[in-house]
């Protein structure tokens, strides 16, 4: 079975904090993505990395950063974070020829 | 502009009542419609997955139909179970591959809710 998992599920951070969100897959996926989810607005793509220091960006990366230094781990880093980063954080994975993303079980971020 | 619309938005259903949602897109290229379950407080989890040339596909109690002329989906759930609470999102890719080129279309998703 795919896993990916997420270094914490759930997050409290203050306005200012830099802030990071880890996911492994033990797949050897070499596409990972970040996307948020919000209500009413559905998963918008942050960022996503084809490769080992490879990244691209999404929709919305504006106020974010990625690092992918090894395969299985993706991290999404939030320089500076802002009460409207406040959302759920979900991680996945897919092989690059391959159709289905696999998805981690989310971090649920508060930025007070 | 891609879209994916989905409804209802929510649905409360009694356990053992069957349940359709629907799904519309105007993603274009269009190359697979895939069904995703997410639990709350979970990642979604893939139920099924259609190209264009395909009209319907089962899983279990899921059937999921597409209509690629008029560019609609549904997902019907038969005999729900109280399991079956969770929100269902459509997704929509412009390729078969989730690569660079592929920019998926997610919709905003419907929350079922089964009851006793």
């Known amino acids: ?62 106020g974010y950063s ?30 690059p020829r391959g159709n289905e993303q696999y998805f981690g079980p989310g971090t649920r971020l508060t930025v007070t | 502009k891609n879209q994916v619309e989905q409804s209802p938005q929510s649905l409360i259903i009694l356990e053992g009542k069957n349940c359709t949602l629907q799904c ?22 893939s139920l099924t997955i259609m190209t264009f040339s395909e009209n319907t596909k089962s899983n279990g109690r899921y059937t999921a139909t597409l209509d690629a002329d008029t560019k609609q989906s549904s997902l019907h759930i038969t005999a729900s179970q109280l399991s079956d609470s969770a929100s269902y999102i459509c997704v929509v890719s412009p390729t078969p591959f989730t690569g660079t080129a592929s920019k998926l279309t997610f919709g905003t998703g419907t929350r079922l809710q089964v009851t006793l």
Request: include cysteine; hydrophobic fraction near 30%.
């Open chain 1, 1 to 62: 079975d795919v896993k990916v998992t997420q270094s914490s599920r759930y997050l409290v951070k203050r306005t200012g904090e830099k802030v990071f969100l880890e996911c492994v897959q033990d797949m050897d996926h070499e596409n990972m993505f970040w996307y948020r989810q919000d209500p009413g607005l559905g998963l918008r793509l942050i960022y996503f990395s084809y490769d080992v220091k490879m990244k691209e960006k999404g929709d919305i990366p504006e």
């Open chain 1, 66 to 95: 990625v690092s992918r230094e090894k395969k299985e781990r993706f991290s999404l880093i939030l320089e500076s974070a802002s009460t409207n980063q406040t959302s759920m954080y979900l991680c996945a994975s897919s092989l």
């Open chain 2, 24 to 45: 519309n897109y105007t993603v274009s290229p269009f190359s697979n419609l895939r069904w995703y379950k997410q639990d709350t407080g979970r990642g979604p989890v």
